[in-house]
């Protein structure tokens, strides 16, 4: 079984069996460089990861990567269900030096509200977090592409837009949503994400 396939089940099971809540700073995370590889399973790794049920893999280059497609050995199975079982074995990441996050959760809004928003306010930055490829293909008129890696490496790149409105989307939801959690953890007080569903 792949990582990936084990991460899905675990943040299942210890949602709905464990009533286990989510972390809200997902910042932690941010370290995976393929973390948004498979979109439908950030979620998932984001979670067991920040919860320190599972560990990413260290690279030559000082790079960590959580290595989705790779399989699950016995010994690692094991110690997976003993941190999902026995929270005290777990480890949790937090947030870089340790320091408590404000937990602002970021504002979803719908595509119908950013299309209003877009219409009555001037001072408002529309951002595509997606790939440059996606972007080229299909985009919202008007809208910069800062892929969402881009903003996670320099959460300061919109430094002279900090008094605007920042809206934020993808075609899922959670590219947007992360990225707008690491503005909103930079200081950026004005800032929301919506879905964009391609034609």
Do not use: W
Request: net charge negative; hydrophobic share 35%; proline share 5%.
């Amino acid at each position: 079984m792949t990582r990936k396939t084990v991460v899905r089940l675990l943040h299942d099971f210890l949602r709905t069996e464990l009533q286990e809540p989510d972390e809200i700073d997902a910042s932690p995370a941010y370290v995976l460089q393929d973390l948004f590889d498979c979109r439908v399973c950030a979620g998932h790794i984001i979670q067991v990861y920040v919860k320190g049920i599972m560990d990413g893999s260290a690279l030559p280059d000082g790079s960590v990567i959580f290595a989705g497609e790779k399989e699950v050995s016995k010994e690692e199975l094991s110690d997976i269900m003993t941190k999902v079982c026995f929270p005290e074995f777990r480890t949790p990441r937090r947030s870089k030096e340790g320091k408590e996050t404000s937990h602002c959760e970021p504002v979803e809004i719908s595509a119908e509200q950013a299309k209003q928003l877009l219409q009555e306010e001037k001072n408002i930055l529309t951002v595509d977090v997606r790939t440059m490829r996606e972007y080229e293909q299909n985009r919202l008129a008007g809208a910069v592409n800062v892929p969402l890696l881009n903003i996670i490496k320099n959460p300061y790149v919109f430094s002279e837009n900090r008094n605007k409105t920042i809206l934020l989307y993808c075609s899922e939801g959670v590219q947007s949503r992360a990225a707008a959690q690491c503005l909103l953890e930079a200081g950026y007080p004005k800032v929301a994400y919506f879905v964009y569903k391609m034609n």
